[in-house]
């Protein structure tokens, strides 16, 4: 006796056993979502430096989210070990899929997550703010820790958006913006600092600076490549990271010996550091510029008061000007009577071997010299500028 199988059963049965279940998969909430398109595309940043950069990420897949918000994935490629993935959704008339928003963590459009073969994930999102309202089904480990970093970030800058309300753009509010945004950036380093999650904390690493730029968390950054370098010291992004913190491509770091320079000074004169330190308690080397409007307000109303209070006690200034002008120099020092301390400059500008041999990039910058040239703190500013300087010199006297 012949049986007749339905084609349609039949092609039903078949296509059950060869589709794969959904390995990520979710509901984006669509309200109001007229702006953006209806797919959601899942990137692999191949370098630790392009985590968070736009246009660099290759595309993995991408689905269709339907008129309800869901979406899935489901031929995603083996991978040997978790891997960083990234999640995000573009708008209307975007032309790329990799174009991630990297400038409000309260309305970017990515979000990164940590995939192993084999798992399924599970999200729900508001396609407004993926970023910051992404929620996960039963995390894995890591991505809980991200999660939690996400968290951190999104209230520290909240924080900082609140305090920096009040203060202006000019150039004078220069220091005072850079002191907020550092209390930002140590949010996401404390996490660094203290996650035993390797993805996440490189995640972490890249959210302080996403523009690459560590000048002024250098400490920081060789701290997170020596202690990462050491647990996984085969792992590319690692090796990334331990590339970008090695000391040569860092300024002075907290700690350091200054090198022995040779300072040509206002009058004419080349002088050795070791000259400088010599019967000195305490030396700051400054380094600033006529037009710095925050190095001219620090001259006025924090280093003049130091000096005039403790250069009889062997606290001396030297003050190193990004000039190419000398008349411009001379004046500005004088009228902000920073003449009373030593001045050197090699009138080349911006581009001088101090700033070469230092590897400095922005001023103003300082660092805190004992009679060694030990470095014991670097760009203090301020109030704390002044707080050091008065613990210091109140000490004993350092052999």
């Keep these: 006796m012949r049986f007749v199988f339905p084609l349609v059963v039949f092609l039903t ?109 599970k999200i729900k999102a508001d396609i407004h703010r993926l970023q910051a309202s992404l929620s996960m089904e039963s995390p894995s480990g890591a991505n809980a820790e991200i999660l939690r970093l996400r968290d951190l970030r999104l209230r520290a800058y909240n924080e900082y958006m609140e305090s920096s309300s009040g203060v202006g753009d000019a150039d004078e509010a220069l220091l005072d913006r850079e002191k907020k945004k550092l209390h930002y950036q140590s949010e996401l380093m ?33 701290t997170q490549a020596q202690e990462w370098g050491a647990l996984y010291p085969e792992h590319p992004w690692v090796q990334e990271l331990v590339l970008k913190a090695d000391k040569d491509n860092l300024p002075l770091l907290q700690g350091d010996l200054m090198p022995q320079l040779e300072f040509p000074m206002r009058n004419g004169e080349t002088l050795l550091l070791g000259d400088v330190l010599k019967g000195n308690k305490l030396v700051l080397l400054d380094v600033w510029a006529s037009w710095c409007a925050p190095c001219r307000i620090e001259n006025r109303n924090v280093l003049l008061p130091l000096w005039e209070k403790y250069r009889p006690d062997h606290f001396q200034i030297l003050a190193y000007g990004l000039e190419s002008n000398e008349k411009a120099w001379v004046n500005a020092m004088e009228r902000d009577g920073a003449d009373r301390w030593l001045h050197a400059s090699h009138l080349l500008g911006d581009q001088n071997p101090l700033m070469d041999a230092l590897r400095l990039r922005t001023i103003p910058a300082n660092f805190l010299l004992d009679t060694e040239g030990r470095v014991l703190a670097k760009n203090l500013h301020g109030e704390e500028l002044i707080q050091f300087v008065e613990s210091y010199m109140a000490g004993p006297t350092r052999e």
């Design 13 to 121: 049965v078949l296509m059950g056993a060869c589709s794969k279940p959904p390995q990520i998969s979710g509901t984006l909430d669509l309200s109001d979502g007229s702006e953006w398109n209806s797919k959601i595309y899942l990137l692999q940043p191949e370098k630790w430096s392009d985590v968070g950069q736009s246009f660099v990420g290759r595309v993995l897949d991408s689905a269709v989210v339907d008129k309800d918000g869901h979406f899935s994935f489901s031929g995603l490629p083996t991978l040997e070990n978790p891997t960083l993935l990234v999640l995000t959704v573009q708008k209307r008339g975007v032309a790329y899929a990799n174009l991630l928003t990297n400038e409000d963590p309260r309305t970017d459009n990515y979000f990164p997550l940590v995939w192993k073969t084999g798992e399924r994930q």
């Design 190 to 222: 404390e996490f660094a600092n203290g996650t035993e999650e390797l993805l996440a904390a490189l995640l972490a690493i890249r959210w302080v600076s996403p523009e690459g730029d560590y000048e002024r968390v250098a400490e920081f950054l060789y």
